[in-house]
């Protein structure tokens, strides 16, 4: 069964190279064509003759569009469509160039598989990273071409990790998908998550083997749900000795969540603070700061020390001082962004731990 679907996939390759050249294959690269078509459905062959699964180490980089539900429901699905279709070619064109090997579309994500190879600079580490910037930077000639035919922008969150994984094909007769599973690839999910738009956040098992060859920012610690231990992440910057440089694309220090948070606030005036507690919400919360809701107006530049509860981490916030850097009208109440200012490291690791449960799809009660 194998040959004839090599011999088939071969001449349909040949058909697309010399539509596209205007010249056939010569017998060289048919030749090796074959070995990879050969060896490819072999090894699904053995997995599916074996049913069993295979173990190996490879790096996962995992690919999200951020805000595309909203531009789901805000466009035509013509649009919609050709944008997937538009930014999947590109990002399947740049995978291939790295050696990637596309495991699966899901919906809005890319999870693509890296193997090292037995030659040199056959690394996986290196071309999943490379892939990655490669990305990033092709949404950024994406995104100018779209802002140009005046479609909206897409951005990507990417998450990378090295691990052993299994590889199995997975179904039945019926249907049946060849993939990989386990807690690396749960892992790359995870990191993925708490990626903002336009960054490239790597594990701590993947930055150890290119930590020479990538510029990377300060290690961060979140906390993974089903991880004892804290997990340690850093956002690739550049490669410098390619002269690729990931695009920023987003301002905000960490990421945000949607709440609804009772609080209390006080206002600090002269260094004192006031003994009356007014009552408010917090709608979003990130690392550094939230945005809140207020009856009554406060000045730009005002200091607030706040407090509130904070559910999954079962712990009260007190004494949390933040800085007013905008206050404006909403309906007959007043939206207040406040940047923290002063915290306790108590304070800090609590709200920390309670946007990365969030983030991960706990629900706050």
Not at 6 to 16: F, K, M, P
Not at 84 to 106: A, P, Y
Not at 147 to 173: C, H, K, Q
Not at 306 to 317: C, H, I, Q, S, T
Request: include cysteine.
């Amino acid at each position: 069964m194998k040959e004839p679907v090599v011999h088939e996939a071969l001449r349909q390759i040949q058909d697309i190279v010399a539509e596209e050249s205007g010249k056939p294959l010569l017998p060289v690269a048919r030749e090796r064509i074959q070995k990879v078509l050969t060896s490819a459905f072999g090894q699904l062959a053995g997995v599916r003759g074996n049913d069993k699964a295979l173990t190996r180490d490879v790096t996962i980089l995992l690919a999200d569009l951020r805000g595309f539900t909203s531009i789901s429901s805000n466009y035509p699905a013509v649009i919609v469509l050709e944008l997937l279709n538009r930014c999947f070619v590109r990002m399947s064109e740049i995978i291939f160039q790295h050696h990637g090997l596309i495991d699966k579309f899901m919906g809005d994500s890319i999870l693509v598989i890296f193997e090292s190879g037995p030659n040199p600079g056959e690394d996986a580490v290196h071309r999943a990273v490379g892939c990655a910037v490669d990305m990033q930077i092709a949404m950024e000639e994406l995104n100018s071409q779209h802002r140009d035919e005046g479609w909206p922008e897409m951005y990507f969150g990417i998450g990378i990790n090295t691990g052993r994984v299994m590889s199995a094909l997975l179904g039945s007769d019926l249907y049946s998908e060849h993939t990989v599973i386990g807690d690396e690839v749960n892992l790359t999910s995870r990191i993925e998550s708490f990626s903002l738009r336009g960054q490239v956040l790597i594990s701590e098992s993947t930055y150890k083997r290119c930590a020479q060859w990538v510029k990377a920012g300060d290690p961060m610690d979140v906390f993974v749900k089903g991880k004892s231990t804290i997990v340690v992440l850093r956002e690739v910057l550049a490669i410098p000795s390619r002269e690729r440089e990931v695009p920023r694309q987003e301002v905000r220090r960490s990421p945000r969540v949607s709440v609804a948070l009772p609080m209390h606030y006080q206002v600090v005036e002269n260094d004192v603070v006031l003994p009356e507690r007014l009552p408010g919400r917090v709608l979003d919360i990130g690392y550094h700061g939230v945005l809140a809701e207020v009856e009554r107006p406060i000045a730009q530049f005002g200091e607030l020390v706040l407090e509130f509860d904070v559910p999954l981490v079962g712990k009260r916030v007190r004494d949390l001082y933040g800085k007013v850097v905008k206050c404006v009208p909403h309906a007959a109440t007043h939206r207040v962004g406040i940047e923290f200012s002063s915290m306790t490291t108590e304070n800090k690791g609590t709200i920390q731990m309670f946007v990365q449960l969030l983030i991960q799809g706990a629900e706050a009660q």
